[in-house]
């Protein structure tokens, strides 16, 4: 069973944002895409790269001849060693995303504890757009 721990309150990860933690021995990417948040598993399945420092973009995906699209905006996050690309949101690859992926770890905002002094009063998780913590689940 996954473990909750709040890595930061839900104002200090704001869209866009990314941040690099150190959990249960583990280096994780948390993340804010558009308002929702996700964690990946802070290595490149290639070489063992540190995939969360890589850059935040978007991705063409195929298209007819002639046709350029760009798809996913802030949602794909790019190896910044060999350049391999991963949907955030999944830890799914671009270029094979049935076969290559990175482990994605579940994330959910707790508000009832949003204004908790004491960290050891039992919460339950909620999604909700008030202020909150970012609860990573390892």
């Known amino acids: 069973m ?7 309150r839900v104002s ?3 869209a866009g944002g990314r941040l690099i933690i ?6 994780i990417g948390v993340f804010n895409v558009g308002g929702t948040y996700h964690a990946l598993r802070n290595i490149c399945p290639h070489q063992f790269a ?6 935040i973009t978007g991705y063409a995906p195929h298209s007819a001849v002639g046709e350029y699209n760009w798809a996913a905006p802030g949602a794909i ?4 060693w060999h350049g391999w690309e991963f949907d955030i949101t999944t830890g799914r690859s671009i270029f ?10 579940p994330v959910t905002v707790d508000v009832a504890c949003a204004h908790a002094e004491d960290p050891t009063v039992e919460t339950f998780p909620a999604d909700a757009d008030d202020e909150g913590w ?3 689940h390892i």
């Open 77 to 80: 996050i790019r190896c910044p």
């Open 22 to 27: 150190e959990l249960a021995g583990k280096s």
């Open 134 to 136: 970012v609860v990573v």
């Open 96 to 105: 094979n995303p049935q076969r290559v992926r990175t482990q994605s770890i």
């Open 12 to 14: 200090e990860l704001p």
């Open 50 to 55: 540190p995939l969360c420092e890589g850059k």
């Open 2 to 8: 996954p473990s909750p721990h709040r890595v930061c």
